[in-house]
């Protein structure tokens, strides 16, 4: 029953951690609002037209793309840096993986997702 404390007391410290800070600065935050305040503020230039406008979803794709090779390339370090001491069946299946890798990227590429426009 002992390490059912420890989850628990986390759970406890996890809520009010977040919760705290949100009251912390409710409570203490400046409450002085103002038209100026109230405004849209971009870059310092004032706004021309509607400030709510849709990105691209390819813009999105391309980010998506970019954070899955960039999760795979942390997967392939520490095999790259061990790759000496392991078996056959170790650098095959690295190759396989590298293979996916490769048939995503062009997969990728003829369906435009990299192209930045």
Known sequence: MNEWLYVALFIVVGLIIPIGAIAA??????????PIKETTYECGIET?????????????IFALVFL???????????????????GLYAVVEGIIFITILIVGLMYAWRKGMLEWA
């Not at 600065?25 to 103002?34: A, L, R, S, V």
């Not at 021309?48 to 999105?60: R, S």
């Not at 899955?68 to 392991?86: M, N, R, S, T, Y």
Request: no cysteine; aromatic share 24%.
């Open 48 to 60: 021309v037209g509607d400030t709510w406008v849709q990105f691209k979803a390819q813009y999105y």
């Open 25 to 34: 600065g409710f409570i203490f935050g400046p409450k002085k609002p103002n």
């Open 68 to 86: 899955v090779f960039d999760v795979e390339a942390v997967f392939l370090f520490p095999w790259a840096v061990k790759i000496g001491q392991l």
